[in-house]
């Protein structure tokens, strides 16, 4: 594979770094907001991401000249589990700072990543006005849209994603088939701790009950709310960034020897072997490597986590680009 250089926005803690790097790629600028997901940047790559990408002073130290632009936009705009605001909300409006710096620089392609709702949202204009933006006014060649799911890359987890992949339309490229992998298979045992985990990951008798409660009466409205206990031999719903998130996917594991509690908790630490998984579970969820720094809380690693891209569909998807690009790098 040829040497291409990237940059890197919206950069989180690296998923698309660690991708674009396992492919020959060199990550010649990275931005991101969030203090604690640059420390674990830091950690992780030995260089800090600049800040706030809508501010000039921060767009002026991007490099004139790399080839693929990556930008996994936050969550919150475009979420349906969010306002569902779109380019109302302001943070809807980051994509025309990411369009700004395409008009600008002209990368030879963009990968751009989001949450599945993208799709229908506003009745589905605001992927069209995505669209337009990059086909019309800044022409580039954006093939349909793919809805990828990590499940089918080597990871154990139900995660659909919409992928954005352009070409500029000077290397007269009219042509881009997603990967269609279909053939993965994995389980939750796959990524589980191979010794026992810490008592504080368990959880206690009460907030068992609370949980129980708070389903039962999300069930008596017809809703599917609430926690769910997943098997080993299945695969974990998508590991999301707060709310219910890790309670929708907690697991049985009867390996503890000690149930004193080293948290605060009301109760006694449940007896079944319900517990959350690890932020190192998680990050193996999202195709992370072992060597992978975990420097934060676990609140904050969750986050982290949760908000990341699922490193392996983006690997795939980042072949295919550069399969492309062959002959313009």
């Known amino acids: 594979m040829k040497k291409f250089s990237f940059i890197d926005l919206f950069a989180g803690i690296g998923g698309f770094r660690i991708a674009m790097e396992s492919l020959g790629g060199k990550c010649v600028f990275s931005s991101e907001w969030d203090k604690y997901a640059k ?5 992780n790559y030995g260089d800090k991401p600049l800040g706030d990408i ?19 936009f936050p969550c919150q705009a475009f979420s349906i589990a ?8 302001t943070r809807g409006t980051l994509f025309f700072e990411v369009a700004d710096i395409i008009k600008k620089y002209k990368p030879k392609a963009i990968f751009l990543e989001n949450v599945k709702g993208l ?45 954005i992949v352009g070409f500029r339309g000077d290397l007269n490229l009219n042509d881009f088939e997603y990967p269609n992998n279909k053939t993965v298979k994995c389980a939750i045992e796959d ?11 368990y959880l206690s008798t009460q907030y068992i009950k609370t949980l129980k409660k708070h389903k039962k009466r999300h069930k008596s409205k017809g809703n599917g709310f ?17 709310g219910m998130g890790k309670e929708r996917n907690l697991i049985i594991d009867d390996r503890l020897s000690t149930f004193k509690p080293i ?13 959350r998984l690890t932020p190192r579970e998680c990050a193996r969820l999202q195709g992370f490597p072992e060597t992978f720094k975990i420097v934060v809380s676990d609140a904050q690693a969750y986050k982290q986590f949760g908000n990341s891209v699922a490193i392996p569909a983006i690997r795939a998807t980042g072949s295919r680009i550069l399969s492309k690009l062959v002959n313009a790098l």
């Open 263 to 275: 948290t605060n908790i009301k109760g006694e630490v449940n007896r079944e072997g319900i517990r």
């Open 191 to 201: 990524i589980i701790e191979k010794q026992e985990v810490s008592v504080k990951y």
């Open 39 to 43: 420390l674990t940047y830091e950690a």
């Open 82 to 89: 969010g306002k569902r605001g779109g380019f109302e909300d």
């Open 54 to 72: 809508t501010k000039e002073e921060v767009k002026e130290k991007i490099p004139l000249d790399f080839d693929l632009l990556c930008a996994g």
């Open 119 to 163: 799709h229908n949202h506003d009745r589905g204009r605001t992927l069209s006005t995505i669209l337009n933006t990059l086909r019309e006014d800044l022409g580039y060649f954006v093939p349909k849209p793919q809805i990828i799911n990590s499940k089918y890359y080597g990871v154990p987890q139900n995660r659909e994603r919409i992928f």
């Open 226 to 242: 609430g926690y769910q206990i997943i098997n080993n031999d299945s695969i974990a719903n998508a590991i999301v960034c707060g």
